[in-house]
């Protein structure tokens, strides 16, 4: 009984440890110690969660690390469901020019909790730029959805009434907004009106289905 006590007490004294190590990374990454950062997490042979792996990640991303740093940023959200940790693997991607992957992650955000990026304004023109090609790819729904989301973080002035885009410094480019929307209801006019496929043969419904299928 006494053996197990003490080892016990081992387990307790060694997870304290291994606590307080990773308890320290957010100060050290602050000043800039991504050297020690990346050293104590390999000592400790553990993973750090929360707020220290995204202190951790930081450290790797500063010292080149990027994919070793969006990892630790993809394990902590599904290990510990903090939307902080896929905010900052968002973050991550858009500094470095990940554009796609990003605007997925930033959805995926709004979706699961529609006040985390209230007033991003980078983040409504990356939504933004991703409806301006879903739209030269002819895919209005799609681009309608972003321009929603994005309005819905960025909302245009109560009683402004103008069609202001990205040039006059707007976060919202309500002039995409309106092009988005209109081609989101000619797809879906298209879609109702497409004749089903019988014998494996199709006959688009409409000229630009017909010119698609040419």
Known sequence: MRGAGRWGASLVIAATLVAGCHHQLPRLTAAGEHREVLNRVLRSKREPKGRSARAYAESLAALEQLDRARGVLARDFRKTGQIASLVALADLEAANGLDGVAAVHYSRISTLDGQ????????????????????????????????????ALCPPKAGDARVLTADDGAALDRGLMQ????????????????????????????????????
């Open 116 to 151: 985390v990026l209230n007033g991003r304004a980078d983040v409504c023109r990356l939504l933004q730029r991703r409806a301006a090609r879903f739209l030269a790819q002819e895919e209005g729904l799609a681009a309608d959805q972003d321009m929603r989301r994005a309005a």
């Open 179 to 214: 092009r988005a929307r209109a081609a989101a209801e000619q797809q879906a006019r298209e879609q109702r009106t497409q004749v089903g496929c019988e014998d494996r043969r199709c006959e688009p419904g409409t000229k630009s289905t017909r010119a698609r299928a040419l």
